[in-house]
């Protein structure tokens, strides 16, 4: 399946060691849908360099993001429910705030 051009975001995505081996990280791993969705929201996390004892940092600001279901479509999750389950799981592990 082609993802349609306009929900290519070119924001990378990183993935902290702490994440990738997290209990949390491992509850999900077996649901592709659900990873599809949190490597979304990791994508559309604003982030800013600065300084922080004489080195330059990336941090992460805590600025909301919107991703809305048409998007979600567009990335392959095409059942609403499957959407919200996913949503809804984030939640419950801890990597969502809503």
């Known amino acids: 399946m ?3 051009s306009t929900y290519k975001i070119k924001n990378k995505i990183w993935i902290e060691p702490d994440l990738f081996y997290s209990e949390a990280f491992r509850s999900i ?3 592709g849908s659900t990873i599809v969705t949190l490597m979304r929201c ?3 996390r604003k982030w800013e360099n600065t300084k922080v004892g004489g080195k330059k940092v990336t941090i992460y600001t805590e600025d909301g993001f919107v991703f809305p279901y048409a ?3 567009g990335l392959g999750i095409c059942k609403k ?3 919200w389950k996913n949503i809804l799981k984030l939640v419950e592990v801890g ?3 809503m």
């Open 42 to 44: 990791l994508q559309k």
């Open 2 to 4: 082609e993802i349609p």
């Open 95 to 97: 990597f969502l705030d």
């Open 29 to 31: 791993s077996k649901s």
């Open 81 to 83: 429910t499957q959407y």
């Open 71 to 73: 998007e979600a479509a």
